[in-house]
């Protein structure tokens, strides 16, 4: 596709359920980034692949949270026991290197909401 | 850890004015510092990056930025604000080797009639 694609734009679920949500990057980046914006605050980093292997993923809040880039492409951001302070938009980006002065390229996020 | 910080969460000028959105930075190490924009309902949006050339920095829809390292700074301006330039600013900062970009809270610009 002609930019980054998240899946599902919005996900309502309950508390202690197990979501995962879509990224698809642009193709051919071997770079993907995943972050995190609460309400009324900047993108917070999770995790960072480099083809299929996360290079960091310090950003991690807890066990819970986990991400997988098996082919270098499609990536799942995996959530376990949802707790209402998950709620936030989770946003994808793709870079074609992955150096840090790359312009990373955004999806436009899905809204998780737990009630 | 490197960090912004973005003074003002909320900036509104009328249209034509000059837009000044702040942004300072720390870092250990020479930074890359970006600004990206997001429109409503929309993905954020490239508008410049510095990368450790020229100090000023030219982007879209005529905004630029200068980088002041004896300030920590890297404002963003625009001469003339348009209606279509009201959307959320973000400022952020990372370093070489390190991919963890840190952003700052955001600054909401409104463009008044």
């Known amino acids: 596709g002609a930019g980054v694609s998240q899946t599902p734009s919005n996900k309502v679920t309950e508390k202690g359920k197990y979501v995962e949500l879509r990224c698809d990057p642009i193709?051919?980046?071997?770079?993907l980034y995943w972050y995190r914006q609460s309400l009324g605050q900047g993108p917070e980093f999770l995790i960072y692949f480099q083809g299929t292997g996360a290079a960091d993923d310090s950003g991690l809040p807890n066990d819970r949270f986990f991400a997988v880039r098996p082919e270098g492409s499609v990536s799942t951001l995996k959530i376990q026991r949802t707790e209402r302070g998950d709620s936030a938009v989770y946003l994808c980006a793709s870079s074609s290197t992955g150096t840090t002065n790359t312009e990373a390229f955004f999806g436009q996020g899905t809204r998780l909401t737990v009630v | 850890a490197q960090s912004v910080t973005q003074l003002g969460s909320h900036v509104s000028v009328s249209e034509g004015a000059l837009v000044l959105l702040r942004c300072n930075y720390s870092?250990?190490?020479?930074?890359?510092l970006f600004w990206y924009v997001q429109y409503p309902n929309q993905g954020l949006q490239l508008l410049l990056k510095y990368t450790s050339a020229a100090t000023l920095v030219k982007g879209i829809n005529g905004f630029e930025a200068e980088f002041k390292k004896s300030e920590t700074s890297f404002h963003l301006t625009k001469p003339s604000a348009h209606m279509s330039d009201a959307a959320e600013y973000f400022c952020?900062?990372?370093?070489?080797?390190?991919?963890?970009?840190?952003f700052g809270a955001g600054t909401r610009l409104t463009v008044k009639p």
């Open positions: 870092s250990s190490v020479p930074p890359y």
């Open positions: 952020a900062v990372s370093e070489w080797g390190n991919n963890d970009m840190r």
């Open positions: 193709s051919g980046h071997t770079a």
